[in-house]
């Protein structure tokens, strides 16, 4: 699968089946995570990959009871090390966590699996199960397994509508 088509077959998926994710599959997407660039180089991403059935179950408690959370076969918790503020006056932490986690989302589909991010938690639950210190910020969780829905056809956002050309034109 091409980056196009991963691209276009990625999807939030929420059915999962209960096999688990092979090692050398699993490491190839962690390894796409780990290749994704980074403001300064600085790799302060911290991946927690969560199989553990009951552990699983504590994290869908920790974001909402949403009840596929302890269905996929993986959790990443995705965490950042980095407090450094770009001299735009982002910090770093939300931004390089999530490009390492689309790359995730998308190696994911590319090898057959599916995924979902996962935005509704909270972090000091999280924290709490997974014994993450306080100086580490929890930024996403995503769900990885292999799909029991049908993946979904999304309209696509009109090209206008979101991109100008030179100046602004919105
Ligand atoms: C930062 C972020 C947080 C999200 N959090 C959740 C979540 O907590 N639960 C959920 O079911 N979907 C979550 N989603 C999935 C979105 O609902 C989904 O990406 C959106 O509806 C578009 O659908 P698609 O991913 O199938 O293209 C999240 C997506 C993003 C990017």
Same mark, same amino acid.
């Given at each position: 699968?091409?980056?196009?088509?991963?691209?276009?077959? &990625?999807? *939030?998926?929420?059915?999962?089946? =209960?096999?688990?994710? #092979?090692?050398?599959?699993?490491?190839?997407?962690?390894?796409?995570?780990?290749?994704?660039?980074?403001?300064?180089?600085?790799?302060?991403? &911290?991946?927690?990959? /969560?199989?553990? !059935?009951?552990?699983?179950?504590?994290?869908? /408690?920790?974001?909402? =009871? $949403? *009840?596929?959370?302890? $269905?996929?076969?993986?959790?990443?918790?995705?965490?950042?090390?980095?407090?450094? %503020? @770009? &001299?735009?006056?982002?910090?770093?932490?939300?931004?390089?966590? *999530?490009?390492? @986690? #689309?790359?995730?989302?998308?190696?994911?589909?590319? #090898?057959?699996?599916? !995924?979902?991010?996962?935005?509704?938690?909270?972090?000091?639950?999280?924290?709490?199960?997974?014994?993450?210190? +306080? !100086?580490? +910020? %929890? %930024? #996403?969780?995503?769900?990885?397994?292999?799909? !029991?829905?049908?993946?979904?056809?999304?309209?696509? +956002?009109?090209?206008?509508?979101? %991109?100008?050309?030179?100046?602004?034109?919105?």
């Amino acid at each position: 699968m091409d980056i196009y088509e991963a691209i276009r077959h &990625r999807y *939030s998926c929420r059915a999962y089946a =209960n096999t688990p994710i #092979e090692k050398e599959k699993l490491d190839r997407i962690l390894t796409s995570a780990a290749a994704a660039p980074s403001a300064k180089n600085l790799r302060d991403w &911290r991946f927690v990959v /969560v199989t553990d !059935t009951k552990i699983k179950e504590q994290l869908k /408690v920790a974001a909402n =009871n $949403q *009840s596929f959370i302890a $269905q996929a076969p993986v959790v990443i918790v995705g965490c950042s090390n980095s407090d450094y %503020v @770009m &001299r735009c006056g982002h910090g770093i932490s939300l931004i390089d966590l *999530s490009i390492a @986690m #689309e790359h995730i989302a998308l190696t994911a589909t590319a #090898e057959g699996l599916a !995924t979902c991010w996962i935005g509704s938690f909270y972090p000091e639950k999280v924290r709490a199960v997974l014994g993450i210190p +306080e !100086t580490i +910020e %929890v %930024v #996403e969780l995503m769900t990885i397994g292999t799909p !029991t829905d049908e993946e979904k056809h999304k309209a696509l +956002e009109p090209l206008e509508n979101v %991109v100008c050309y030179d100046k602004w034109k919105f």
